[in-house]
């Protein structure tokens, strides 16, 4: 026995495992698994001499941690059992492991498998693996086990690392099939869909929550997502804060502004990406700050893409992006749809479908960042649709650019619209949309505050409802007058208890007592209480006939007035 353990000592000493793989290596020569190794075979090569007594089997069904390394596409043999398969040696790239019939296997045989690699996975093919996907420095085994392939260690989730990961998508170049890409590089590498990368995310991706995991999915440039979102999932394991989840369009660095026949010319790397008229949203840039909006542009020639319809001005000092053509327009469905908690920052995203352009539901949190704009000439529903506790908060400037929807803004079911930052809503110029109901809609108990949010409709005629507030629901405008601050060709109006600048409509609309110059906005058919009335300021001069004007406060009277669309009237003292 002290000459057997003596044996074993030596040999771990120079680094030999007793079990294993496929082939051991003695330090001299190759010995196969499953050969019988005799008393003295070894000598030369350890100068053990004939130290252990009896002969000793090399089992193939053990890991002994020899590595067989590959950097491209590879299928398992059967002298690797016992082994493991590095697949990557740092940053190798995407390539495919391979797990074949197990003809010619020995009957015990297991093989580990380990992503090498810290920023690309590796497909997995001929056994079942979540998504067929070996993520960064994962490890997986497989064995043979009752004459068939058993994959007995699970990967598991990806653990993303702190800091930021990207995805990539390319509706032209990438691809959804199953384990033919990790979408973790662009073109070819990319996932052909957002959606199928949201999809990665809910079932293979655990966020660190310390140390603050953030997921960005960037779209290619002058690509068309075809199957837009609808992403409903009920968590994002350890996802934490407002930017865990980011969906990101294509974009390019503005290097320079200058005037072209009087409109903003800026300059670009390339302008390859770029089509006639087509509409971007600029921001960003300082000093010639009458560049930043949403324009159609003209390409110029290969760096430059002249802002229709803009007026340059000032001097460009620095700074500047422009938007690179990433839309989502899917047929039959809404653009984007979010739902059950889900939190998810866009940028530089262009919002088309056939239904609602944007609508977040049932809890969706929806943060829009800067270069976001709705358009298309398709759509059917609303620009932003916001339902059933979803919200919607602006942290920079949007842009419009369809005007057939029935409204840019619907909110309905305690859904909530606001702005956290002073903002700007761009309408694009010519553009003269049309709405079949009003420009912004609020009904039951949907809240849309539009404090430090300037509406710019840059000469538009919007030709529309300005608002509408319906069954509790809230509308509160920057000015306090929604009637001069909604663009529209008619007046707002409140029914059922909706709100408006802190009007309230009680069947045909009360309103509390309030000094006549504090009165907000009024739509037809509100009732107010004026606190203040005066004589004077009377269509009779003495506050007393039915039907006269009030026109004005000051005073001590107590008056109940009505709108009738021009002007308050006197109904009551």
């Not at 969906?247 to 990406?273: K, Q």
């Not at 840059?458 to 409802?465: F, K, L």
């Amino acid at each position: 026995m002290r000459k057997i353990t003596s044996f074993i000592l030596g040999a771990l000493a120079l680094g030999f495992v007793w079990s294993s793989p496929a082939q051991a290596q003695s330090g001299c020569q190759y010995i196969a698994a499953g050969a019988v190794l005799t008393p003295g075979q070894w000598n030369d090569c350890f100068s053990i001499k004939q130290d252990y007594p009896a002969p000793i089997t090399i089992q193939p069904g053990t890991l002994t941690n020899q590595l067989n390394t590959q950097t491209s596409n590879y299928t398992i043999e059967s002298s690797d059992c016992g082994y493991t398969i590095q697949a990557g040696t740092g940053a190798t790239g995407f390539f495919t492991v391979t797990i074949p019939s197990v003809t010619g296997f020995p009957a015990t045989c297991s093989v580990e498998i380990v992503n090498g690699d810290s920023t690309r996975g590796k497909g997995i093919s001929g056994i079942t693996i979540h998504t067929q996907v070996l993520w960064p420095l994962q490890a997986m085994q497989v064995s043979i086990v009752n004459g068939a392939w058993t994959l007995t260690k699970d990967p598991g989730r990806w653990e993303v690392p702190g800091g930021t990961t990207n995805l990539y998508t390319d509706f032209t170049n990438g691809t959804d099939t199953l384990g033919a890409t990790d979408g973790l590089a662009s073109g070819s590498s990319a996932f052909k869909t957002v959606e199928k990368a949201l999809e990665e995310l809910e079932d293979q991706f655990d966020w660190g929550a310390v140390t603050q995991s953030v997921v960005v999915v960037n779209m290619a440039a002058n690509t068309v997502d075809a199957q837009g979102i609808h992403y409903a999932p009920h968590d994002l394991s350890g996802a934490s804060g407002g930017a865990a989840l980011q969906i990101v369009g294509a974009s390019l660095a503005v290097t320079g502004a200058v005037s072209n026949a009087g409109a903003c010319e800026i300059t670009v790397s390339s302008t390859s990406t770029y089509s006639a008229n087509q509409v971007v949203s600029v921001y960003g840039v300082s000093g010639a700050t009458g560049c930043n909006g949403t324009w159609q542009v003209t390409k110029t020639d290969s760096t430059h893409l002249t802002l229709q319809s803009t007026t340059f001005g000032g001097s460009y000092t620095s700074g500047g992006t422009v938007t690179n053509g990433s839309v989502f327009n899917p047929s039959g469905s809404d653009g984007a749809a979010c739902y059950f908690g889900t939190v998810i920052q866009f940028q530089n995203v262009y919002f088309q479908g056939s239904q609602n352009a944007l609508h977040p539901q049932w809890g969706c949190k929806i943060y829009l960042n800067a270069g976001n704009i709705f358009g298309g000439s398709s759509i059917a529903g609303n620009s932003i649709y916001i339902d059933s506790y979803g919200q919607v908060r602006l942290e920079a400037d949007i842009g419009i650019a369809h005007g057939t929807p029935v409204s840019f803004l619907e909110i309905s079911n305690a859904g909530l619209f606001l702005a956290d930052f002073a903002v700007n809503i761009n309408i694009l110029p010519g553009l003269n949309p049309t709405y079949s109901e009003p420009f912004v809609w609020t009904l039951n108990q949907g809240l849309a505050n539009f404090s430090g949010i300037t509406i710019n409709t840059n000469s538009n005629t919007v030709t529309a409802q300005r608002c509408e507030s319906d069954s509790e629901g809230l509308l509160i405008s920057a000015t306090g007058n929604a009637n001069t601050y909604f663009p529209g060709t008619s007046n707002c109006t409140l029914t059922n208890g909706g709100v408006i600048d802190n009007s309230v409509a009680l069947g045909t609309g009360f309103l509390a007592g309030i000094a006549y110059a504090s009165l907000p906005g009024p739509v037809t058919g509100q009732v107010a209480y004026i606190s203040d009335g005066k004589s004077s300021n009377c269509g009779d001069s003495a506050c007393t006939t039915w039907g006269t004007t009030i026109t004005g406060g000051g005073g001590s009277l107590k008056l109940m007035a009505w709108f009738n669309g021009s002007y308050w009237t006197l109904i009551g003292k």
